[in-house]
């Protein structure tokens, strides 16, 4: 077994980003899916329980704070959630 499978917060960083890439809804699926390549392997602990409690909510509140659709409630503002907000999708 190599030393990244034995990694706890690598097996957190390879699941989250599956979580990330498999959300059921395809646009999501792209934006969460950019950012977790782009971000995870950098973030620390904190950052990383911040992302998995924004992947707990709904596909559907989300996309509509990402594409400014909705406020998003005081109670989820993350640092980590205004880099979700921040990212730019490349197509």
Avoid: C
Wanted: a negative charge; glycine letters at 4%.
């Amino acid at each position: 077994m190599s030393r990244d499978q034995d990694d706890p917060l690598a097996v957190r960083r390879r699941r989250l980003l599956y979580r990330s890439e498999h959300r059921g809804n395809k646009e999501n699926d792209i934006l969460l899916g950019q950012f977790a390549r782009a971000h995870l392997a950098d973030f620390a602990a904190a950052e990383l329980d911040q992302y998995e409690a924004l992947l707990e909510e709904s596909d559907n509140d989300i996309f509509d704070w990402a594409a400014g659709k909705q406020a998003v409630p005081p109670g989820k503002d993350t640092p980590v959630l205004r880099l979700v907000l921040a990212f730019k999708v490349r197509f």
